[in-house]
Nanobody
Framework: QVQLVESGGGLVQPGGSLRLSCAASGRTFSRYTMSWFRQAPGKEREFVATIRWNSGSTLYADSLEGRFTISRDNAENTVYLQMNNLKPEDTAVYYC?????????????????????WGKGTLVTVSS
């Protein structure tokens, strides 16, 4: 079992920045690819970013336009999401997730069906 706990959400003005954290416990964190998803009010959950265990490969949703950066610290069992130039449409609950399965194609970690473990989420509200 893997436990994931997100933190760092809150209220921020448009153009501002936030850094989300996801602390993992329960198994060997360093071996797992980690992903961030988000769910805006009234919408389906969508992929945001993913990072391989060794930080060698990352993938982002096209809609982010380079504003977000995913990173990880395996020594701290934590994955981060740095969000810059935030927009009102970034308002959502942000979830981190991981899978107990290895996929050769990193794109498998961009789908909900590919993930096995989820955190409870942290709310990000972008508003003036």
């Amino acid at each position: 079992q893997v436990q994931l706990v997100e933190s760092g959400g809150g209220l921020v003005q448009p153009g501002g920045s936030l850094r989300l954290s996801c602390a993992a416990s329960g198994r060997t964190f360093s071996r797992y690819t980690m992903s961030w998803f988000r769910q805006a009010p009234g919408k389906e959950r969508e992929f945001v970013a993913t990072i391989r265990w060794n930080s060698g490969s990352t993938l982002y949703a096209d809609s982010l336009e380079g504003r977000f950066t995913i990173s990880r610290d395996n020594a701290e069992n934590t994955v981060y999401l740095q969000m810059n130039n935030l927009k009102p449409e970034d308002t959502a609950v942000y979830y981190c997730a991981t899978s107990g399965r290895y996929y050769g194609n990193i794109r498998a970690y961009t789908t909900e069906s590919g993930m096995d473990y989820w955190g409870k989420g942290t709310l990000v509200t972008v508003s003036s």
